[in-house]
C-alpha cells in the first residue's frame, strides 16, 4: 500500500494528495503533526532528511518534495498534468514554481513566525502572510492559460498548486477580489472528486 506522510494543512501535502487521487491510487495517510514537532523526530528525519512533508512510499522507494512526487505519479501513472508542446511544459512549470517556490516558502510557518518573532512586534502572522501572498497571487492570475483551468480545459500541474495555496490564502484572509479567474478556475477545480477529497477539512485527524 502506498503510505502518505503528511500534515492536513500542509500545501505541498495537499498538492500531493490531489495528485493520488487524480492517478486512482491506494494510499493510506500517516499523520504527521507539526505543531507537536512531530517532523524533527529521529523516525521521521530518516524518512524525510529535510524534516518536512510529504513524504510518500511508493512503488518500494520512499520520496520527498511534492513537485518531483507529482512529476514521479506523472511519469508512472500518466496523470496528463503537462502539456505536449515543449513550449507549453514550461508555462504550465512556471505557473507551478510561481506557487511551490516563490509564495509557498517564505509562507511557510518556520519562515513566517521566526520573521514576526524578530520583528518585534512590528508583525504579525497575517500582516506577513498578505505581503507575499496578494502579489503572488495577482502574478499568477496575469500568468493563465486560456480555458476553463489554470492552462486549458484539463487539469494541469498548475493547478495542483493553485488550490492549496488559495486555501492558505483565505485562512489568511487574503483579498482574493481583483483575482476573478483564479477564484473560477478554483470553484470549478474543488468540483472534481479527486480535489474534493483532498481537502484539508477531509483529512484532518480527529
Not at 518534495?65 to 500518466?78: K, V
Not at 497575517?126 to 503572488?136: A, K, R, V
Request: hydrophobic residues 45%; charged residues 20%.
Amino acid at each position: 500500500m502506498t503510505v502518505l506522510y503528511d500534515y492536513w494543512r500542509s500545501s505541498a501535502s495537499y498538492r500531493v494528495r490531489i495528485a493520488l487521487n487524480l492517478a486512482g491510487e491506494e494510499w493510506r495517510a500517516v499523520p504527521v503533526d507539526l505543531l507537536a514537532a512531530e517532523h524533527k523526530a529521529t523516525a521521521h528525519l530518516a524518512r524525510h532528511p529535510q524534516g518536512l512533508v510529504p513524504a510518500l512510499e511508493i512503488d518500494g522507494i520512499m520520496m520527498t518534495q511534492s513537485l518531483a512526487i507529482i512529476e514521479y505519479l506523472e511519469e508512472t501513472r500518466g496523470l496528463g498534468l503537462l502539456p505536449d508542446a515543449p513550449g507549453d511544459r514550461a508555462r504550465v512549470r512556471a505557473m507551478a514554481y510561481a506557487i511551490a517556490i516563490d509564495i509557498h516558502p517564505v509562507c511557510n510557518l518556520s519562515v513566517a513566525r521566526f520573521a514576526v518573532e524578530q520583528s518585534g512586534g512590528a508583525l504579525n502572522m497575517q500582516d506577513w502572510m498578505q505581503h507575499f501572498i496578494t502579489p503572488g497571487l495577482r502574478a499568477f492570475e496575469a500568468m493563465l492559460g486560456p480555458g476553463r483551468y489554470c492552462w486549458g480545459n484539463g487539469v494541469s500541474l498548475a493547478d495542483l498548486c493553485l488550490v492549496p495555496q488559495l486555501y492558505n490564502a483565505r485562512r489568511w484572509a487574503v483579498d482574493l477580489t481583483d483575482m476573478p479567474r483564479i477564484r473560477a478556475i478554483d470553484a470549478r477545480l474543488n468540483d472534481l472528486p479527486a480535489f474534493a477529497a483532498a481537502h484539508p477539512d477531509r483529512v484532518k485527524p480527529a
